[in-house]
Structure formats: structure tokens, C-alpha cells
């Protein structure tokens, strides 16, 4: 049974993000996104992520 591996990337430059996404185009990985570490904690909830990649200045609070 092959497990499907979810990345999330906390940033929040939004062209940073897309970035990323290009990077992991040809991967066989599901990436998330997500602009606040807010956002991102609600997509770790919902998804059931493995590994988190984080910016670690953000506005409100820190990428940790």
C-alpha cells in the first residue's frame, strides 16, 4: 500500500510559495500551502501532514 506524503509550506510571501510548488511539480508528494501560521495549522488539522517546512519571521507568530 503506497502512503500518499503531504508537505505543507508555511510562508508568508506568496511568491515564495509558488516557488516551491514548482520545485515539487514533477514529485510525487502532496503539497499544501499556506500563507500565516494560522492557515497552516488549520491545514495540519484537516490533512493529516507529515513533514512542515516553515518560514520562521512571520507576522502574528513565528514559523515554530
Known amino acids: 500500500m503506497e502512503r500518499d506524503i503531504k508537505i505543507l509550506f508555511v510562508d508568508d510571501e506568496q511568491n515564495v ?3 516551491i510548488k514548482r520545485v515539487f511539480l514533477d514529485e510525487d508528494y502532496t503539497i499544501l500551502t499556506a500563507t500565516s501560521a494560522m492557515d497552516g495549522l488549520m491545514l495540519m488539522k484537516s ?8 518560514d520562521y519571521r512571520m507576522p502574528d507568530i513565528n514559523g515554530i
Open 47 to 54: 490533512h493529516g501532514v507529515q513533514v512542515v517546512v516553515s
Open 17 to 19: 510559495l509558488h516557488a
